[in-house]
């Protein structure tokens, strides 16, 4: 069975621009999952997408943005980038992120995008 | 809001011994604590899963403990090798909420 995919692997912006990473999680799983990853913040969870509704949603400014289509996969768009935008952002793929059924919200992650924003 | 703190400075051990990283956590008892493991460059890779109802799990090498009297998990790699050099990252989840929130992680490195 596939991993994980993430597209693409590296990106290099300038400041002001926009960008869409893309993933598409393992099949069958049907929650997918963004973190930032920094080393100063560590790794920092944007949105999770359930059945292509947000499902949960941390701290981040709206220039953050994502989507998820009918087969799960998922778009994460950051607009009007800036310097400190700069990070590895991963994605990540669960059967349902039910909370309830702990097994079945492990997550599993991408390789990432290296996005670095001049 | 919930706290999850890790061992910020890195754990040096030698080649054979048993290395343990600690996980506190604050405010919300979380139903399980999950441990992935994270090497430079790449995304975390589940390794353990433990459930508020149990007070240890092992696999291989490995074992996890969860005291919820302390609020802390405890990770061991016992024989520990090169190989286990990597940052650890405990994430506790709760039965309320689906979105999993990880520790800053702990880098391990096993001298030979």
């Known amino acids: 069975k596939a991993g994980v995919t993430q597209t693409p692997r590296y990106l290099i912006k300038t400041r002001g621009q926009q960008v869409t990473l893309s993933c598409s999680p393992i099949s069958g799983h049907r929650s997918v999952s963004w973190y930032q990853q920094t080393p100063g913040q560590g790794l920092q969870f944007l949105f999770e997408?359930?059945?292509?509704?947000?499902?949960n949603k941390g701290n981040f400014p709206g220039r953050f943005s994502g989507r998820q289509f009918s087969n799960s996969r998922s778009e994460m768009n950051v607009s009007t980038l800036e310097l400190g935008d700069s990070a590895l952002y991963l994605c990540a793929s669960s059967w349902t992120g039910d909370a309830a059924e702990p097994a079945k919200n492990i997550q599993y992650f991408g390789a990432g995008t290296r996005l670095s924003v001049l | 809001s919930q706290k999850i703190e890790q061992n910020s400075e890195a754990l040096n051990i030698q080649e054979g011994k048993t290395a343990t990283l600690t996980c506190n956590y604050t405010n919300y008892s979380p139903a399980y604590l999950q441990w992935y493991r994270q090497d430079p460059g790449r995304g975390p890779v589940f390794l353990l899963l433990i459930r508020e109802n149990e007070k240890e799990k092992r696999k291989e090498r490995l074992k996890v403990t969860f005291d919820t009297t302390l609020k802390q998990s405890l990770f061991h790699i016992t024989a520990s090798q090169p190989a286990d050099s990597a940052t650890y990252l405990c994430a506790p989840g709760y039965s309320s909420a689906s979105k999993i929130i990880f520790g800053s992680g702990t880098r391990l490195s096993i001298r030979p």
């Open positions: 997408y359930f059945s292509e509704t947000q499902r």
